[in-house]
Structure formats: C-alpha cells, structure tokens
C-alpha cells in the first residue's frame, strides 16, 4: 500500500520500521517539529520518528498545525492508501481523516474504550489495572472514539512505564502489520459504551511522591514515571529520583526513613526503593546513594 505513516517519540519508531519491512511505499512521514534540547536546550532536536524515517530514506513533513488549507492539500497530495497514526501528538481534522482511501488507522496504547488520551499507559499504573494492551483503531474525529479492528493483551504486573510502553510499541507494529496485510478480515468494531476513562496528560507534579497513600499505591506511582519524568522526593535542597522501590512491612509516620536502608514510612506499610538517580548523576542503587548522601533515620521527606 501506498502510506503516509505520523508519529513522534520512540513509541512510533517500531510500527514504522514494521510497514518498510514488509513492503509498503510510505511515501512520506509525518512528526513533530523539531523542539529545542540537548545539554545546553538550545539546538533542534528532531523526534526519534523524524530520525529514523530519514535513515530509511522516508520524506519527512513538520507541519506545526493540518488545520489549514495548504497542510490538507499537500497531505491529499500523497495519494495514500491509508495513513498509520502511533502517538503523533496533533488533532487530525476531518479533511485529513477522510484524505486517504481506507482513511486512517490509530496504534492506541489500553484496551479501549478504558484510557482514551495522552498518557494511558501511565494512567492504567497508576490505576492498578492488571491488564493493558494495544487496539488498531479506525480514526474519528472525537478522541480515541473509532472502532478497533485488532487488539493485544498483556499483564502489567510490575513492569514499570517505560518497560511496558515498549512492549506496546513492538506489539502494535506487528499488529498494525497484520491489520494492513488484509484489512476485510478485520472489520472496525464499535467501542464498549460502558467503561470509558480518560488518560490525562501527566502533569510535573504528580511525579513528586505521596508519602500519604498507602505503599501499594507509593510503588504504583514510582513504576508510572519511570524513567520519566521519575517519580521524586526532596533532601536538603535536592531532588532525588526513585525509579524502582518494593512494599515492605513498616510503621512511621508517613515520609519518615525508618531504617538504614533508606525504608520510608507510607499511610499503610512501607516501600523500600531499590533504583534512585539524584540530579546530574548516574541512576544508582541505594547503597551507593547513601555512601555521598546522607538520609539519617528518623528524617521526614
């Protein structure tokens, strides 16, 4: 097929690879613009998509808005069987959604119509859900609303979001693959009218831990944001990330370091971190954070 593919992060990166390798003609890839980063955050730093589509010699488009008339006609312009959608980051309007023959289909992180939105691995985390997946959904107008044509399934356990969007990421290429290798044999399916959430956009303070929740929930938090934003909390004026840490039996008040082993007291329990990073190092583990960085027992974070 001839396909516009439109994705930004890493996420993306899988299902693109998936569609040259089987032998389609993306005719051109579309991503964010490149943003200001790198140490000093002041060179263009273009998205993992952008990148990776240029080393396998795809056109490459960043249009800032497909809201006007020139960006909609250089999309129809493509000629495209269908453009393939994986966390692109812009609203498609409805002259860009109908532009291709078999229109367009959406690589969505949950099992929908649970986490619509930005951040539905995160959320699905943070809820406590057990089970996550992928749909390849059938693009509307309205947010995550198009019937799923295939799904994937897997246990969230204690995998972490980093861990488990990757797996998403593999597993929704080689779904996407399979959808597009005989689109009539799966037919889009409307969405459940039960059990709709959304999955807001993370916002930067939900990463700075609760002591006050129950350990449970602390471990939930800690596993939702990593390896970003990273899940943190604060010691003599520094910021010091968690990105790994296990419920343990313990009592205090919450926030409270009951052991010598960095142990913080919860509302119920206790958690135990096992990964942490402070600012400008290396992630470490909580013995060597300990041997620079003196946490005493009985100090409230």
Same mark, same amino acid.
């Given at each position: 097929m001839r396909i516009i593919f439109m994705g930004?992060?890493?996420? @993306?990166v899988p299902t693109l690879e998936a569609l040259v390798a089987d032998g389609h003609d993306v005719v051109a890839a579309y991503s964010q613009p490149p943003r200001p980063g790198g140490r000093r955050g002041r060179e263009l730093v273009r998205s993992p998509v952008h990148?990776?589509? /240029?080393?396998?010699?795809? *056109?490459?488009?960043? *249009?800032?808005?497909l809201r006007d008339v020139e960006a909609q006609a250089t999309f129809a312009a493509h000629d495209a069987d269908v453009a393939v959608v994986a966390a692109y980051g812009l609203l498609l309007p409805r002259a860009v959604l109908e532009a291709p023959r078999l229109g367009c289909l959406n690589v969505h992180g949950s099992l929908l119509p649970r986490w619509r939105g930005a951040a539905p691995v995160q959320r699905a985390i943070l809820a406590g859900d057990a089970e996550t997946g992928v749909g390849i959904m059938q693009m509307e107008a309205g947010l995550d609303t198009g019937p799923v044509r295939l799904?994937? &399934?897997?246990?969230?356990? &204690?995998?972490?979001a980093g861990q488990l969007t990757d797996e998403l990421s593999v597993m929704g290429a080689r779904l996407m693959v399979e959808?597009? !290798? $005989?689109? $009539?044999a799966y037919p889009p399916v @409307?969405?459940? /009218?039960d059990g709709i959430t959304y999955a807001e956009k993370? !916002?930067? /303070? /939900?990463?700075?831990i609760d002591f006050g929740a129950d350990a449970t929930q602390v471990v939930r938090q800690i596993a939702a944001f990593c390896p970003v934003p990273g899940a943190f909390f604060e010691h003599a004026g520094e910021r010091v990330k968690v990105l790994d840490g296990q419920p343990v039996e313990g009592?205090? !008040?919450?926030?409270?370091?009951? $052991?010598?082993?960095?142990?913080?007291?919860?509302?119920?329990?206790a958690i135990r971190p096992v990964r942490v990073q402070r600012a400008g190092r290396g992630v470490m583990?909580?013995?060597e954070l300990l041997r620079g960085f003196a946490v005493p027992v009985g100090t409230r974070l």
């Amino acid at each position: 097929m001839r396909i516009i593919f439109m994705g930004t992060p890493a996420f @993306a990166v899988p299902t693109l690879e998936a569609l040259v390798a089987d032998g389609h003609d993306v005719v051109a890839a579309y991503s964010q613009p490149p943003r200001p980063g790198g140490r000093r955050g002041r060179e263009l730093v273009r998205s993992p998509v952008h990148v990776r589509a /240029e080393e396998l010699g795809v *056109p490459v488009l960043t *249009p800032v808005t497909l809201r006007d008339v020139e960006a909609q006609a250089t999309f129809a312009a493509h000629d495209a069987d269908v453009a393939v959608v994986a966390a692109y980051g812009l609203l498609l309007p409805r002259a860009v959604l109908e532009a291709p023959r078999l229109g367009c289909l959406n690589v969505h992180g949950s099992l929908l119509p649970r986490w619509r939105g930005a951040a539905p691995v995160q959320r699905a985390i943070l809820a406590g859900d057990a089970e996550t997946g992928v749909g390849i959904m059938q693009m509307e107008a309205g947010l995550d609303t198009g019937p799923v044509r295939l799904e994937g &399934r897997t246990p969230i356990g &204690r995998k972490n979001a980093g861990q488990l969007t990757d797996e998403l990421s593999v597993m929704g290429a080689r779904l996407m693959v399979e959808v597009l !290798r $005989d689109p $009539d044999a799966y037919p889009p399916v @409307a969405q459940p /009218e039960d059990g709709i959430t959304y999955a807001e956009k993370i !916002r930067k /303070e /939900e990463a700075r831990i609760d002591f006050g929740a129950d350990a449970t929930q602390v471990v939930r938090q800690i596993a939702a944001f990593c390896p970003v934003p990273g899940a943190f909390f604060e010691h003599a004026g520094e910021r010091v990330k968690v990105l790994d840490g296990q419920p343990v039996e313990g009592n205090g !008040r919450p926030g409270e370091v009951i $052991d010598e082993a960095l142990t913080v007291a919860c509302a119920t329990g206790a958690i135990r971190p096992v990964r942490v990073q402070r600012a400008g190092r290396g992630v470490m583990s909580v013995a060597e954070l300990l041997r620079g960085f003196a946490v005493p027992v009985g100090t409230r974070l």
